[in-house]
């Protein structure tokens, strides 16, 4: 199994694409959104927008992770991205992770991106496990993960201090068969 082809996945209120360059001026505003930062990563001061553009405009070409921009469906604008990363071959499992910035925020497009990266890891590649990781005060994100099926295997606690408090991580997965049963309801 590879992630070398990169599909079009067309939802309702969705439509999750490859990556272009072009792409990577709409991510540096969306990576720089407070809440982006909160809740995934503090920036580092290497990141810029040269790189970023390089970043973006290589993800087509990685066979070792699939990297799609989540789309709306109905104007075009993009609005965050889904990946599928760290592929573990023995296991057929890997991790999932996304954001999405404040303009796709509240509209469903995320639960819907995030169904549809899954349903494409479970039916179209064969993965048996996708597993993300998320903060515990990441209350939009933790409901998204519940309502797609992901289920809570553990915490690790105070895994970050974010403004001085300390923040648990919260670990979740979904297996195949969880998926193929929802799926099916």
């Known amino acids: 199994m590879s992630f070398s082809v990169k599909p079009v996945l067309t939802g309702e209120r969705t439509v999750l694409r490859p990556f272009t360059e072009a792409d990577a001026d709409t991510m540096w505003e969306i990576v720089g959104d407070p809440e982006v930062v909160r809740f995934t990563f503090e920036p580092d001061t290497d990141l810029t927008p040269e790189r ?26 993009l609005v965050g991205e889904v990946v599928l990363h760290e592929f ?22 995320g639960t819907e991106a995030t169904r549809l990266i899954v349903a494409h890891g479970f039916e179209q590649l064969g993965l048996h496990r996708i597993q993300l990781e998320a903060y515990s005060d990441n209350h ?3 409901r998204v993960y519940e309502k797609v099926g992901f289920v809570v295997e553990g915490v690790r606690r105070q895994a970050r201090q974010q403004d001085g408090e300390w923040v648990d991580e919260v670990l979740m997965a979904i297996l195949d068969r969880e998926w193929a049963a929802l799926a099916a309801a």
Do not use: H, K, N
């Open 52 to 77: 970023l553009r390089s970043w973006y405009a290589t993800r087509a070409d990685r066979a070792d992770r699939l990297d799609l921009a989540v789309t709306d469906r109905a104007t075009g604008e």
């Open 88 to 109: 573990d071959p023995r296991s057929r499992g890997c991790s999932f992770r996304t954001l999405i910035g404040p303009r796709g925020r509240g509209r469903g497009l």
């Open 140 to 142: 939009r994100a933790l």
